[in-house]
């Protein structure tokens, strides 16, 4: 599973995004802004990186003015973090990657005065997409430019659920899944707004995330959650941890 998941993330992050092969790793950088977590490089299978190898790695993130960032499983290339910190880089992040299949969702209930929808007009992907930003640090609205990305990605296949006020409609929580491929898709950007949180919408949109994935052909949903509380969180709507995602910076 780890092998097919880190194939799945390699074919995904090439998409709309500039690629550069740098000895054995996959380099990628996003073509609109300098975010570290949107341009990363994945290492290959079975990688044995040199010292040259690193620094060439480095040189090219840092010729583009991007951190210079690795996110990948460990298990399919496990010589490869060594290296990778005798050459500078440090451990960002250990995460658990957690997995769920069909009939393994849990049935979660829609929190009282809460819907969940497929988002269609420009301003619902605007306004989740906000409401995302926000959870990540990244207050402010998104472009128009943004959204015709977000529609296009949608058009291919990508799954939003937007949670909004049942009373108002107003954005409160918002989660994607990418465009799926061989079978598998991965969720991402599950943000809740400040004031609206344990209330349970997270868990509701990933369930509803899964059961429209599952509905659609996938076979296995996999996500990474950012703290130990965010696990307990898809715990509940059917995943569970299976492997390890590594995360290393400059």
């Given at each position: 599973?780890?092998?097919a998941?880190?194939?799945?993330?390699?074919?995904?992050?090439?998409?709309?995004?500039?690629?550069?092969?740098?000895?054995?790793?996959?380099?990628?950088?996003?073509?609109?802004?300098?975010?570290?977590?949107?341009?990363?490089?994945?290492?290959?299978?079975?990688?044995?990186?040199?010292?040259?190898?690193?620094?060439?790695?480095?040189?090219?993130?840092?010729?583009?003015?991007?951190?210079?960032?690795?996110?990948?499983?460990?298990?399919?290339?496990?010589?490869?973090?060594?290296?990778?910190?005798?050459g500078?880089?440090?451990?960002e992040?250990?995460?658990?990657?957690?997995?769920?299949?069909?009939?393994?969702?849990?049935?979660?209930?829609?929190?009282?005065?809460?819907?969940l929808?497929?988002?269609?007009?420009?301003?619902?992907?605007?306004?989740?997409?906000?409401?995302?930003?926000?959870?990540?640090?990244?207050?402010?609205?998104?472009?128009?430019?943004?959204v015709?990305?977000?529609?296009?990605?949608?058009?291919?296949?990508?799954?939003?659920?937007?949670?909004?006020?049942?009373?108002?409609?107003?954005?409160?929580?918002?989660?994607?899944?990418?465009v799926?491929?061989?079978?598998?898709?991965e969720?991402?950007?599950?943000?809740?707004?400040?004031?609206?949180?344990?209330?349970?919408?997270?868990?509701?949109?990933?369930?509803?995330?899964?059961?429209?994935?599952?509905?659609?052909?996938?076979?296995?949903?996999?996500?990474?959650?950012?703290?130990?509380?965010?696990?307990r969180?898809?715990a509940?709507?059917?995943?569970?941890?299976?492997?390890?995602?590594?995360?290393?910076?400059?």
């Open positions: 599973m780890d092998a998941i880190q194939q799945y993330i390699r074919s995904t992050v090439v998409r709309d995004r500039d690629v550069e092969r740098v000895g054995p790793f996959l380099a990628t950088f996003d073509r609109t802004t300098d975010h570290p977590y949107l341009s990363y490089a994945i290492p290959d299978d079975g990688a044995e990186p040199t010292a040259a190898d690193v620094a060439a790695l480095r040189a090219a993130y840092e010729g583009r003015r991007r951190v210079p960032r690795l996110e990948y499983l460990p298990s399919c290339a496990p010589a490869a973090e060594a290296a990778l910190l005798a500078g880089f440090a451990v992040a250990r995460l658990a990657l957690m997995t769920c299949g069909p009939g393994e969702v849990a049935e979660i209930g829609t929190p009282d005065g809460v819907e929808v497929l988002p269609e007009a420009d301003e619902e992907l605007r306004d989740g997409t906000a409401v995302a930003n926000a959870a990540f640090g990244e207050p402010g609205v998104p472009s128009p430019d943004a015709a990305r977000l529609r296009g990605r949608i058009a291919a296949g990508e799954i939003a659920v937007l949670a909004r006020e049942a009373d108002g409609g107003r954005a409160i929580g918002w989660g994607v899944c990418s799926p491929s061989d079978g598998t898709t969720l991402a950007g599950i943000a809740v707004d400040e004031a609206q949180r344990r209330r349970g919408i997270a868990g509701a949109i990933t369930a509803r995330l899964a059961r429209e994935a599952f509905a659609r052909g996938v076979e296995t949903a996999f996500l990474t959650p950012g703290d130990d509380a965010a696990g969180v898809y509940r709507a059917g995943f569970a941890a299976r492997s390890r995602m590594l995360h290393l910076r400059v």
